[in-house]
């Protein structure tokens, strides 16, 4: 996401039949994540860290670097 690499280190499988662009963003959720299209449904990203940063809840990522529904993670 803007040029830094991004661990995902916990994240739940949500099954249903969207197939949007792998890497967007479809939702976040207070207090639970954020949750990207793989192309074959979903993942629910629930633990997360920035290449030289501090692990962190995923949702507390969007609100401090102002990721939003429809941004994307390449």
Do not use: C, H
């Not at 860290?49 to 994307?72: P, T, V």
């Amino acid at each position: 996401y803007n040029n830094k690499k991004l661990f995902v280190w916990e994240a739940d499988i949500i099954v249903n039949g969207d197939n949007e662009k792998p890497g967007s963003i479809a939702e976040i959720i207070d207090k639970k994540g954020i949750v990207v299209y793989t192309g074959k449904g979903k993942i629910l990203v629930k633990r997360v860290q920035f290449e030289g940063g501090i692990e962190m809840w995923a949702d507390n990522l969007a609100e401090k670097y102002s990721i939003k529904e429809s941004d994307k993670f390449d």
